[in-house]
Structures are given as C-alpha cells and as structure tokens.
C-alpha cells in the first residue's frame, strides 16, 4: 500500500462531501457569487507580506498556519463573551443557525474548502465573534455599544488606533484572503437583537466607522445610508466606497501586442508643435493663391526632395520631415469607410499610453497641482487653467496593504474596469522621487502620516500593475489630455527633439563630426595658400 503524501486528505471525507453538494438544490448558491479569492500569483510575488495575515487567520484559507494559532485563545474569549450576551440560547445554537446557511458560505469562496459542514459553522461563528468584538470600538465612536471590550482584549483594541496591534490586526482584516461573507456578521448580530434591523443598524455603524478608518480618500462625509445586505465582506464593502457601483458592466480588454504600444507613441510625439502650426498657416495662404494648389505643394516640396537625396543628407531626412511635413502624411492616409469606423472604435489604453511625466516635470511646464475632497472620481485637467486635481489622500501603516489587497480584489473579481489599479498607476507615474512626494504633500494632496517623503515615493513607486489592461475613461482622458498639454510645450518639444534626432542619434553626430573636419580641412588649405593673419589682421608673434 502507498504511503499517503498528504496525511489531513481523508478520501472518504472527500467523497462524503461531493456527494452532498451534488444532492443539494442549486437554487441556494447559485445567486451567491464568488467573492474570495486567492490573490494572483503575479501580485502575490511582488510583497507577500502585504497579501498573507501576520496577526490573526479569519476564514478557512490560513486556519492551520502554526504561527498564527497564538490569536484562538483571543478568539475563544470573544466567543465565549458572545455566549454570555446571548442569555437563554447557547453559542450550539448560533453554529447550527449558521449550519444551514452552509452552501451560501462555501458559494463565496473561490478555493474548494476541505472542511465538513459542521467544522466550517464552528469556524465561522468564532472568527465572526472576533471580529465583532474588534468591530464595535467602531459602533462606540459612532454612539452604539454591544459589549464592553474585555480586558484581555485590550491591548489588542484601541479606541484612538494608536496601537500597534489594533493597526496589524486591521491589516489583516482588509486581506482578500482572510476575509469572512458579511452574511456570518449578520447571523450572529441577529442572535443578539430582536430583529434583522437592528442587527443592520449595528453592523452599518460598525462598518461607517471602520471606512473611516481606512478609506484613505476624504469622502465619508454625505454619504448615503449603507446598505449591509450588498456588501460581501469588508473589503468589498471598502471597495464600493471607493468605487461606487455600476449599473452597466464595463467591458475588460487585455493588450495583445506590445508593437503597436510603440508606433503610437511615436506618432504621438509630433502633435501639437509650433513650427508646424506656422507652416500650416504659411500653406493655407499659398493655397488661396490662384497658381493652385498642387503646383504649389511640388515647389515647395521639390527642394527638399533633392536635397534629402544628396549624399549626408539623407540622415536629415527624418527629423526635417518630423517639423514641416508631418501634416502631409496625415491628410494621404485613406479615407475610406474602413478607416473611419475604424477610428471611431475605442481602443484600451497601451501600456506606453500610461506613462505619464512626473510631478517635477509637469509643474515646470505650468501645470498646477489643486486638491479635491472627493475620491477617484473627482480626478479632472482643466486644460484651460491648465490645472490637474487630485483627490486628496491620506497615507499611513495601513495604507498600502489596503490599497494593493484592493487592487488584488479588484484584478480577482471581473465584474467592471479596475479603476483603483488605474489611479495606482496614475500615482506611480506621476510620483518618482521624494522630491514629486514632497510637492503634492505641501499642495495638500497627500496627507503623509509615514515616516518620511522617501516613504511616500516607495510606497506608490512600489505598487505593481494589475493583471490586465481595462478602460477607465474619466482617467484614460486624463492621462491623455495631461501629455498632450505637456508634449504640445516648446521646450518639451525642443529637448525630446535634441535628444531623440541628435544626442541619441550617432549617425548625425558622426555627420556633424564629418562637417566639422572638411571645414577644418579647408580653412587649413586656404590659410596655406593664402595668408590667414594678414587678412583677418592678426598679428603673428
């Protein structure tokens, strides 16, 4: 007989549980999206730290990790206090109310849980109890109260947030693997109170207070009544308060070739350049002329058609053409019925497309920096004012793990564009130095409660991007409209022009080289010849 490689895997257990979830009626869990997922393996790589809990396992993905058991004696005493307050029925009674609402919780997680029915109610009821008891400082601030915080637990909460443990434990709440369905929250309230209703009330305050906490954007304030029941779990209840819902799913697209990323950020590198709108202007005064167009065209372009053919002057070509004759390739591309419903298509943002300049970069060419208090939402470039806002985000311990579990949910759940993951990305282009971190902090738009700028610059230099590509068109156009102002500037102009035709360009400096020696050349042959000081009066020692 075979030795078993996994000894926990009970076959029987296996079979036991296929056969009953095959028995059972799908009317149930089917209306019960999937919701928890394990974070892809492409975030997962980058800070694993920022993804796996350190503190506490809620949920049955991380249950058996040894060092994390230290928080089931924790979790024992919430539950124990839960019992407590219920009075006359016995904690039992909460694990079989939850037993029935076994297939609902497995609907939600994405992973195949190898637990039997009553060991996954036992967890749920205990997790739940903890997290409760975590919960409700935020039900205090709000002005309800289900229990006192007991002592044992008191190192662990803090009423001000102050506490290392009370921030280490709120990470690892908002981790997309260790999250519990809200749905358990709600049983276990409603064991409670009297009613589902005031179980809601409890949770909604609980969950007010806890965005509040963690939301880094300034936009709780006028928010409308929080509907519990259409949350999953906290972290996709933090995410719809980031990123209300839509009625319309977007549609999600992924770049197939890279190659076309670079050709249209080379075409794009000409628009917008003075020299060429004075050319236009010079042309739309000779076309009225009554010589006619084309005869006109051909002796403006005959010139320059000879001399880029002369040898050492073809190298000019391209960088003379990329100044006076870009207008022209323009207006010869077809014009037929393909081309124009092809240009009318709206094509995902390429990866090129997303860079954009940085803080330092922009405010030099007269870009200005102004706070807004909404959120992702209220992100706008007033070309007129040439001004760029910027929602106005608050940065601390527990702001990254927030935000990259986020992105992980948002990569994980498909149902509409990752528009956190666009804005992380914004954030990372814009922000490079401590230096562009210190800028937007004096203008108000980041709240830093890091240590430092540098950390700032790390934190949002560090976030990775998502899986996939998507079009967020508020942001997509933002991004579009910021580089089209800063590419349109002169100077931008003049010194991607020098860098790009001349200092990047070796057969142009060996050809302005070549010059240099056939002048040299014949300034020595005429000063041989003839006598250099006496014409130019120098006089010779």
């Known amino acids: 007989m075979t030795s078993n490689s996994n000894s926990s895997f009970d076959e029987l257990e296996w079979v036991i549980q296929i056969r009953r979830t095959l028995d059972e009626e799908l009317e149930d869990n089917s209306e019960v999206p999937v919701c928890i997922f394990n974070v892809p393996k492409t975030l997962m790589a980058t800070k694993p730290d920022c993804y796996v809990p350190q503190e506490v396992a809620l949920g049955p993905y991380h249950r058996w990790r040894p060092e994390l058991y230290e928080m089931e004696r924790y979790k024992l005493a919430a539950a124990k206090r839960i019992q407590k307050h219920l009075q006359s029925l016995k904690f039992h009674s909460l694990v079989d109310q939850l037993t029935k609402h076994e297939p609902r919780i ?5 992973k195949f849980l190898e637990f039997n029915g009553e060991t996954l109610a036992w967890m749920m009821a205990i997790d739940a109890s903890f997290l409760l008891e975590f919960l409700q400082v935020y039900a205090m601030k709000e002005g309800q109260m289900l229990t006192r915080v007991s002592s044992r637990m008191s190192h662990l909460v803090d009423y001000a947030g102050t506490k290392s443990a009370h921030n280490a434990i709120l990470r690892d709440m908002v981790m997309l693997e260790n999250q519990i369905p809200l749905l358990v929250l709600r049983q276990v ?5 009297s009613s589902l209703d005031q179980a809601d009330d409890m949770l909604c305050s609980m969950l007010t207070g806890f965005g509040e906490d963690l939301c880094p954007f300034g936009m709780m304030k006028n928010l409308p009544k929080i509907q519990v029941e259409k949350s999953a779990h906290l972290l996709d209840f933090l995410y719809h308060l980031i990123v209300p819902r839509s009625k319309e799913p977007s549609e999600i697209i ?29 042309w739309k005064l000779l076309s009225k002329l009554n010589c006619g167009r084309y005869p006109v065209k051909v002796i403006l372009k005959l010139p320059w058609t000879i001399v880029s053919n002369l040898p050492g002057f073809a190298i000019l070509k391209q960088p003379v053409e990329y100044f006076f004759f870009s207008q022209d390739k323009e207006e010869n591309k077809p014009e037929n019925g393909n081309s124009k419903s092809n240009s009318s298509i709206v094509k995902p943002p390429l990866i090129e497309e997303i860079t954009i300049p940085s803080v330092s970069e922009l405010s030099k060419s007269g870009v200005r920096f ?27 311990v527990n702001t990254e793990v927030t935000l990259r579990n986020l992105v992980a949910y948002e990569s994980s759940n498909a149902s509409g564009p990752l528009v956190i993951t666009r804005y992380t990305e914004l954030m990372n282009g814009i922000i490079d130095t401590k230096e562009d971190a210190k800028f937007l902090r004096e203008r108000g738009i980041v709240l830093n409660r890091l240590k430092s700028d540098e950390e700032v610059a790390n934190l949002w230099n560090g976030m990775s991007r998502s899986i996939r590509l998507t079009k967020v068109p508020f942001l997509d156009k933002v991004i579009e409209d910021v580089n089209k102002y800063h590419s349109g500037r002169w100077k931008v102009k003049a010194g991607k022009f020098m860098k790009r035709y001349v200092f990047g360009s070796w057969q142009f400096l060996t050809f302005l080289a070549a010059i240099l020696i056939v002048l040299l050349m014949t300034l020595q042959a005429f000063c041989s010849v003839y006598s250099c000081p006496r014409i130019f009066n120098v006089a010779s020692d």
């Open 254 to 282: 992924e770049v197939e070739n890279e190659n076309e990323s670079k050709e249209g950020k080379e075409e794009s590198f000409g628009d917008s350049s003075y020299v060429q709108q004075l050319f236009e202007e010079i």
């Open 189 to 193: 309230l409603e064991f409670q109170f």
């Open 106 to 110: 497995r609907a939600c997680y994405h």
């Open 370 to 396: 102004l706070p807004t208090n909404g959120g992702i939402s209220s992100i706008t470039f007033d070309a007129k004012m040439v001004t760029l806002y910027l929602p106005t985000v608050s940065l601390d």
